[in-house]
């Protein structure tokens, strides 16, 4: 029994010189675990509510839109843009309401709603479409060189034959026919890989074609 007692004492000493010498590391090493813990669940509770938020302005927006209301629907998109600009709802809200201010020929209020999005927006492809229609709203007040500005960068791939479309229409308001036929020419080709969905696009590419002539 003694040597028993005998070796339990060393122990007891070993761990005591060990917890003197590594005692407070092992206590930082769990605090910050901890702290870190709590951290993350902050983090992630901060992120839950603000997607939440703005999925609520989003959907703001999308009532806006079904009542045909566009000056809530500029609202709700403002504050979606304002309090949460890097969220792929605040793009999603602005080129929805762009599209009713175009629609309600507010072309100035679109433009400003589709240079966010192309221009701050988080998702890609969201700034691509916001690029594409802020190009047809500057085409519309006569901004040509700025539409073709707005074209100039390649897209992602499912937007190349739109891009091409346009970029003939511009260029064939500016009277350079060449430069128009071959736009245009290129968004018939791509769109002859896109199938049946493409087809009414790419017959209504083809009549600009005819219309150039020879």
């Not at 007891?12 to 813990?37: P, R």
């Amino acid at each position: 029994m003694a040597v028993y007692d005998l070796e339990e004492q060393e122990q007891i000493s070993e761990l005591k010189a060990w917890w003197a010498q590594y005692g407070n590391f092992v206590v930082t090493l769990a605090v910050v675990a901890a702290l870190a813990s709590v951290g993350w669940q902050a983090w992630q509770w901060y992120q839950n509510r603000n997607a939440a938020e703005a999925g609520t302005l989003y959907y703001a927006v999308q009532q806006a839109a079904e009542q045909q209301d566009a000056q809530k629907a500029r609202e709700a998109a403002g504050r979606l843009i304002s309090e949460h600009g890097g969220s792929v709802s605040a793009q999603l809200g602005a080129l929805l309401s762009a599209a009713m201010q175009f629609d309600a020929g507010d072309l100035d209020n679109a433009r400003a709603q589709l240079e966010w999005a192309a221009d701050k927006g988080s998702d890609p492809a969201l700034r691509d479409l916001a690029r594409l229609r802020l190009a047809a709203v500057l085409l519309q007040q006569g901004e040509l060189d700025g539409a073709l500005a707005r074209l100039q960068a390649a897209p992602t791939a499912g937007y190349k034959a739109r891009f091409d479309d346009l970029r003939g229409d511009v260029l064939a308001a500016q009277g350079k026919k060449d430069d128009a036929r071959a736009a245009w020419q290129a968004a018939v080709d791509t769109l002859a890989g896109e199938g049946d969905e493409a087809a009414a696009l790419r017959e209504v590419v083809r009549v600009k074609l005819e219309s150039l002539g020879a």
